[in-house]
C-alpha cells in the first residue's frame, strides 16, 4: 500500500469501492422493489425531493461545521495563491468542464446516445465542474505537504463566492449548451444544499468550540460526526442506482462514456494550475493544495442539485454520481505527481 493511502481515513482510502458498492446495491434493490421504490421519488416540494434533502444535509453539514471564516483574515498573507484558485476555480473550470462535456456528450458519441441524454450527461458535467472541492481537499493538501493555513483559507474564500456564482454560472451554462432548467429550482437547491449548511455549520462551530474546546470538537465531536456523513453519501448513492439501475443494466457503457471526459477534465485543471502557479513563483505548499481544490469537486452539492433539477433518475445525476466513483484515483494519481514535483 502506497504511503498516500495510508494515510487516509478508510472512507477516503476505499471511496471509490463504497461507491461501487453502493451502485451494486442500488441496482439490487430497484431490481427487488421494482416500481414500489417510485414513492421515494414522489416526496417532492418545490422540486427538492426530501429524503434526498435530508441525505444531503446529513453529508454536506459535517463539512461545513469544520470550516473556520475566521481564517479569512489571513487572505492576505497569500494573494497570489488565492488569486490562481479564485480564477481557475471560476474562470476556467466551469467553462472547459462544459466544453468538455458538449464535445464527448453532444459529438464525439452522438453515435451511442441520444440527444435528449446527451444533454442530461452535460448538464450533470456542468453542474458537477461549477463546484470546486472542499472537504476533501484537505486531505489532498495533508499527502502534498500543503500549507494548512492557506488550504483553510482558500476553501472559506470559496465556499463564500460558490454562494454568489453558483447559480448564474450553472444558469449561463446549461442555457448555452440548450438545456432547460427552472431558476427558482436551482435557487432553492442552493438555499437548500449550501445556504442553510453553511449558516447551520458556521453556528455550530462556534458554539461548540466556544463551549467544549478545540480538541473536544476534533477529537470527539467530528469523529463522531464523520460516520454519518459517510452513510448519507452511501444511503443517496443506493437510492440514485435504485432508479437509474435499469438503464446501466441496459447501457453498462455509459459509466465509461461519462468517466472519460470527467477524468480528462480534472489532469487539465491541475496541468493549467500548475503550470501558471510554476510561472507566478509560488511555493510548493501554496501551489499543491490550489491546484487540488480546482481538480477535484464538491460532489456533495452536485449530486444534491442534479436529482433537484433533473429528478433521481436522471442522466444528470448519474454524470454526477460517476464523478464520485473516479475522484479518490484521479486525485491520488494528482498526488503523486505533486509530490514527485515537489520543489
Not at 467553462?95 to 444533454?119: G, I, N, R, V
Not at 489532469?267 to 507566478?280: H, L, N, P, Q, S
Request: net charge neutral; aromatic share 12%; with cysteine.
Amino acid at each position: 500500500m502506497s504511503k498516500e493511502t495510508e494515510q487516509m481515513g478508510v472512507f477516503e482510502r476505499y471511496l471509490s469501492v463504497w461507491v461501487a458498492l453502493g451502485i451494486i446495491g442500488g441496482i439490487v434493490l430497484g431490481k427487488v422493489l421494482g416500481d414500489s421504490i417510485s414513492v421515494l421519488s414522489e416526496m417532492n416540494i418545490a422540486n427538492v425531493n426530501l429524503p434526498v434533502a435530508l441525505l444531503v444535509w446529513l453529508m454536506i453539514f459535517p463539512m461545513m461545521v469544520q470550516i473556520d471564516f475566521s481564517s479569512i483574515k489571513d487572505v492576505g498573507k497569500t494573494p497570489k495563491g488565492l488569486g490562481l484558485t479564485l480564477v481557475i476555480n471560476w474562470l476556467i473550470k466551469p467553462f472547459t468542464m462544459a466544453f468538455f462535456a458538449w464535445l464527448f456528450f453532444d459529438k464525439l458519441y452522438a453515435a451511442y446516445l441520444s440527444p435528449e441524454l446527451a444533454q442530461e450527461y452535460i448538464a450533470g458535467a456542468i453542474i458537477l465542474g461549477a463546484a470546486p472541492c472542499t472537504a476533501m481537499v484537505f486531505v489532498w493538501s495533508y499527502l502534498t505537504k500543503g500549507d494548512p493555513e492557506y488550504t483553510l483559507v482558500q476553501v472559506a474564500i470559496n465556499d463564500l463566492v460558490l454562494l454568489v456564482a453558483f447559480i448564474p454560472i450553472v444558469k449561463f451554462l446549461l442555457g448555452v449548451t440548450n438545456v432547460s432548467i427552472p431558476f427558482d429550482t436551482l435557487i432553492s437547491s442552493v438555499v437548500i444544499f449550501v445556504v442553510i449548511p453553511l449558516v447551520a455549520g458556521f453556528l455550530a462551530n462556534k458554539i461548540l468550540i466556544k463551549s467544549f474546546g478545540q480538541k473536544w470538537f476534533e477529537e470527539v465531536f467530528m469523529v463522531k460526526l464523520k460516520p454519518i456523513s459517510i452513510m448519507a453519501l452511501l444511503t443517496t448513492l443506493v437510492l440514485l442506482f435504485a432508479f437509474q439501475g435499469e438503464r446501466i443494466l441496459a447501457n453498462p457503457l455509459h459509466i465509461v462514456l461519462i468517466a472519460i471526459p470527467l477524468t480528462l477534465q480534472t489532469y487539465f485543471i491541475f496541468f493549467v494550475a500548475w503550470g501558471v502557479g510554476r510561472k507566478m513563483h509560488l511555493p510548493h505548499c501554496i501551489l499543491s493544495p490550489g491546484s487540488m481544490i480546482g481538480a477535484s469537486n464538491f460532489f456533495e452539492l452536485a449530486v444534491a442539485v442534479a436529482i433537484a433539477l433533473f429528478g433521481l433518475n436522471s442522466g444528470a445525476a448519474l454524470a454526477t454520481v460517476v464523478g464520485v466513483l473516479i475522484e479518490v484515483p484521479v486525485m491520488l494519481s494528482l498526488v503523486k505527481i505533486s509530490n514527485k514535483w515537489r520543489y
